[in-house]
């Protein structure tokens, strides 16, 4: 006589394909998971290298639209004198223990800040501002005639979350500088030849950095 046949699936049987399905599923879930992680992070990067790039575009129009005064109409600047409107001014700000550059100039690529943007003359300010526990670069348009102070809630950011703005000048015999005055003679009263610009941005516990450098169209020759 026949054992007769088995139907169905035993308790162990079940148990480990249910377990061979959980183990699949998991895995499944930590692929799908690095995928979205990755595709974030991705993301984040082109966004991160976007906001860079426009903000380098806006600073080299700026600096390739460079207005400078020239002789007779300049002078240098005598004791008590006003400094000439058109000043090229770089220096170095301490904030949080971090030092910047700040550089400061006349440029034909002013915006209005009214709801058309208007091309004309005006003061261009870069400069970092602390906000809370970042610090972020802000570009300063101003009418070349006004006297009105930097204000970071006025003020566009460039770049958020600097973590380094570092601006280099190089003269007509290639010795680099890292300030600048127009109006002194140990810059013979002239336009650097070229500005180098290298920002690094602090997100995430890593660093990102880039660097470009811009040629300025204008020069002047002062007699002593």
């Known amino acids: 006589m ?8 035993t ?6 394909a249910m377990t061979i399905l959980a183990i699949t599923l998991a895995a499944l879930y930590a ?9 974030e992070l991705v993301k984040h990067d082109i966004q991160r290298q976007e906001r860079f790039r426009l903000g380098m575009q806006v600073m080299a129009a700026d600096l390739e639209q460079v207005l400078l005064s020239r002789p007779p109409r300049y002078h240098p600047p005598g004791f008590n004198e006003d400094p000439d409107m058109f000043r090229f001014v770089a220096t170095k700000t301490g ?6 550059s700040q550089l400061q100039f006349t440029s034909l690529n002013h915006l209005d800040s009214g709801p058309t943007a208007i091309h004309g003359t005006g003061r261009i300010l870069y400069y970092v501002h602390r906000h809370g ?7 300063s348009d101003r009418s070349y005639l006004s006297e009105d102070n930097p ?10 979350d600097i973590h380094a703005f570092s601006l280099t000048f190089t003269d007509s015999r290639g010795t680099e500088h890292t300030i600048w005055d127009s109006d002194a003679d140990a810059f013979a009263f002239t ?11 602090a997100q995430e516990e890593s660093l990102h950095r880039i660097k470009t450098a811009v040629f300025l169209p204008i020069s002047r020759k002062v007699e002593k």
């Open 2 to 9: 026949t054992n007769p046949k088995k139907n169905g699936f």
């Open 11 to 16: 308790l162990l049987e079940i148990l480990v």
């Open 31 to 39: 692929v799908f998971r690095t995928f979205v992680t990755s595709a």
């Open 95 to 100: 904030i949080g223990g971090n030092f910047f």
């Open 133 to 139: 526990n970042r610090f972020d670069l802000h570009r």
């Open 151 to 160: 204000d970071p809630c006025r003020d566009p950011v460039l770049i958020k």
């Open 191 to 201: 336009l650097p030849t070229r500005v180098i610009i290298d920002i690094q941005t």
